[in-house]
T-cell receptor, first 114, second 111 residues
C-alpha cells in the first residue's frame, strides 16, 4: 500500500511564525504536490515537484515556498504565517513520466494561525 | 494553469436514483481526468479515471464520459446508496502534469 504521511494532523501557530509542513511518501514517486482545501474552493494547488530540487508554482504560491532535497520528502514552508493561511493542507504523490497516474493523498494537516 | 469548473456544488438524490456531476477544463493539452471521493474527515481517494484517448469508462455503478472537443467530462453514479454520500472532486492535468481540481460536489443520498 502506498503511504503518504504528513508530519502533523493539527497545528496551531502564531502570526508571523515560520511554519514547516512535512510530507513523506514511501513509493518512490517522482511527483509530489501540496494543496490547500477550503470550503467551497476545493483543492487548490500551491506547489508541484516532479523531481528532487525541482518545483513549479501552482495556482496560489504566494506566501509559500517548498523544498525537495530528497525524493521521498516534500516540505511546505510558510515564511511568515498569516491568519488567511488557516486551512487544511493536503500533500499528495504520484508516479511521474508521460503517463499520469493516481495521486495518493496524506491525511492532511489542519493549520490554524492565530 | 488549468482551470477546472465543477457543477453542481451540492446534489441530493433519493437512494436508487442516479447522480451526475459535470466538469469542464481549459487546457487542450490535458490528457488525464481522475475523480476523487472524499468522505467526511478522510483523505480524497481515487474512484475512477479516464485518459484522453478514451470516451467512456465504466466500473460497476460508476461511469465517466469525456468529450475532448467540448472540454468536458462527467461522473455518473447509478443506483445510488447511502454510502455514496461524500464530496466528489474532478481533476485534470495540464500540459506539465500538474493536477488541478474542481471545487467539489457534496452528494447526499437520502435513504
Amino acid at each position: 500500500d502506498v503511504k503518504v504521511t504528513q508530519s502533523s494532523r493539527y497545528l496551531v501557530k502564531r502570526t508571523g511564525e515560520k511554519v514547516f509542513l512535512e510530507c513523506v511518501q514511501d513509493m518512490d514517486h517522482e511527483n509530489m504536490f501540496w494543496y490547500r482545501q477550503d470550503p467551497g474552493l476545493g483543492l487548490r494547488l500551491i506547489y508541484f515537484s516532479y523531481d528532487v530540487k525541482m518545483k513549479e508554482k501552482g495556482d496560489i504560491p504566494e506566501g509559500y515556498s517548498v523544498s525537495r532535497e530528497k525524493k521521498e520528502r516534500f516540505s511546505l514552508i510558510l515564511e511568515s504565517a498569516s491568519t488567511n493561511q488557516t486551512s487544511m493542507y493536503l500533500c499528495a504523490s504520484s508516479w511521474g513520466g508521460l503517463m499520469n497516474t493516481e495521486a495518493f493523498f496524506g491525511q492532511g494537516t489542519r493549520l490554524t494561525v492565530v | 494553469g488549468e482551470n477546472v469548473e465543477q457543477h453542481p456544488s451540492t446534489l441530493s438524490v433519493q437512494e436508487g436514483d442516479s447522480a451526475v456531476i459535470k466538469c469542464t477544463y481549459s487546457d487542450s493539452a490535458s490528457n488525464y481526468f481522475p475523480w476523487y471521493k472524499q468522505e467526511l474527515g478522510k483523505r480524497p481517494q481515487l474512484i475512477i479515471d479516464i485518459r484522453s484517448n478514451v470516451g467512456e469508462k465504466k466500473d460497476q455503478r460508476i461511469a465517466v464520459t469525456l468529450n475532448k472537443t467540448a472540454k468536458h467530462f462527467s461522473l455518473h453514479i447509478t443506483e445510488t446508496q447511502p454510502e455514496d454520500s461524500a464530496v466528489y472532486f474532478c481533476a485534470a492535468t495540464d500540459g506539465a502534469n500538474n493536477l488541478f481540481f474542481g471545487t467539489g460536489t457534496r452528494l447526499t443520498v437520502i435513504p
